[in-house]
């Protein structure tokens, strides 16, 4: 029950904390906005304590001037909740300056120590720089312009001692919890743009590595299809020799013409992120058109494809399941023994369907199993010496955890590899 409730008031505390704050806003913007709603929070129970007590000492001029300060705090939680944060800091600046005027040279109550606090909001959470400098020197004016007024022999009343020290003692902590959680999110912030310069070097060599690949892979087949021509033009083969070795051109071009399949859906990826459009899809139906297409590498190695899947519905983007399952089944027949066979079976559980793609082929060992899921591209020939790029893999997963589906593979040496796709039933 105590850890209940402690969760419930850490959920209300943050819920309090980020008034106002949106995903849209830059890091820097949040954190301002989160520290003003942090002081003005801390704020509203000090200054309802002294309502209350300038009621009862019957100080019924500081009783309302101490009304207005709270719905200062008030107004600019209401104007974060309503993303008004630039109106918000104004009436910070100049409400402050107002109600803490008076009281200062009305009372002498120590709250012209409330000018620090103003002149550090004005000069860390404004950008614009005119406003910067007209703020601060109305700031520094004004403080200048009490600090005269208090030492001539007008006043209206007095508050206690203790009553001045407070005052003074929570402007100078006002004052400190606004630097330090800015200085500390300033170090975060750091830390952050540190950790995706980190990503970003990783991304480009990533991007690099696989360029590269891919221009070799390009290269060997079209340099291949260059010589064959030109062994036809000069007449050192004839156009039967010719057809003869467009066979194999034509197997490489194809494994060519899958992988930039992948790079083009991978570039869009990254320029434009995972575009996700899910829809009830048949599962059986699904299937049958995407193996359609994938009968004749298959027939090529005699390998027998068997859709072994129930009729039923899943959640999930069309486009997304066609490229998942696309490139299961081709890396299937890419490392399957000719004259073998692939199973594609499918269960339902909670809710869930998994779908299991099982070859009898070559198998992957514990080391690779654990880069096919990453950056890496790994990737290794198949068992008619096919190429890839490593990146299918990759787009899978991707594209599965977008659609809060997931992917798991067990394999064994020599005997075949199972790959299983869980995805939702449902909306």
């Known amino acids: 029950m105590i850890s209940i409730w402690k969760n419930r008031i850490n959920q209300l505390l943050t819920q309090l904390q980020s008034i106002g704050v949106t995903s849209e806003m830059d890091f820097l913007e949040k954190k301002k906005t989160e520290v003003i709603n942090i002081i003005m929070l801390l704020s509203i129970p000090l200054i309802g304590y002294f309502i209350i007590l300038n009621l009862i000492q019957e100080r019924f001029g500081l009783f309302f001037l101490n009304i207005g300060v709270i719905s200062i705090a008030i107004i600019i939680l209401v104007f974060h909740k309503f993303h008004l944060l630039l109106a918000g800091r104004l009436f910070i600046s100049f409400g402050f ?204 190695k005699k390998i027998k494809l068997n859709n072994l899947t129930d009729d039923m519905q899943i959640w999930i983007d069309p486009d997304q399941f066609k490229l998942v399952i696309r490139n299961l089944v081709t890396n299937a027949i890419k490392f399957s023994y000719p004259n073998s066979s692939i199973e594609i079976a499918s269960t339902c559980s909670n809710n869930k369907v998994i779908i299991t793609i099982t070859d009898h082929g070559i198998g992957i060992s514990e080391d690779v199993l654990a880069k096919l899921f990453t950056n890496s591209f790994y990737t290794s020939k198949g068992t008619a010496h096919e190429k890839g790029t490593g990146i299918g893999l990759q787009l899978c997963k991707e594209f599965l955890e977008k659609s809060n589906a997931s992917i798991n593979v067990t394999s064994k040496l020599g005997k075949g590899t199972s790959f299983f796709i869980t995805f939702p039933m449902h909306e």
Not at 216 to 222: G, K, Q, V
Not at 245 to 257: A, P, R, Y
């Open 97 to 300: 300056i107002i109600f803490y005027s008076l009281e200062a040279l009305l009372y002498r109550n120590g709250t012209e120590n409330f000018f620090y606090f103003n002149l550090i909001i004005t000069l860390i959470f404004y950008s614009n720089k005119k406003l910067i400098y007209a703020m601060a020197i109305l700031n520094c004016l004004i403080y200048i312009g009490i600090k005269i007024a208090l030492n001539s022999n007008f006043y209206f009343d007095t508050v206690p001692k203790g009553r001045v020290i407070f005052n003074a003692s929570w402007a100078i902590c006002s004052s400190a919890i606004a630097l330090l959680f800015f200085k500390y999110q300033q170090a975060a912030y750091s830390y952050k743009i540190e950790q995706q310069n980190i990503e970003l070097e990783k991304s480009n060599k990533t991007k690099e590595k696989f360029f590269s690949i891919i221009a070799h892979d390009l290269r060997t087949p079209i340099a291949q299809l260059k010589s064959a021509m030109d062994l036809v033009n000069k007449n050192y083969i004839s156009k039967e020799e010719f057809n003869s070795l467009s066979i194999g051109l034509t197997k490489q071009i194809e494994e060519v013409q899958e992988s930039l399949d992948d790079l083009l859906i991978w570039s869009q990826h990254q320029l434009q992120g995972i575009q996700n459009r899910p829809k009830y899809i048949d599962v059986k139906i699904a299937i049958d058109t995407i193996l359609a297409p994938i009968l004749p590498q298959s027939n090529a």
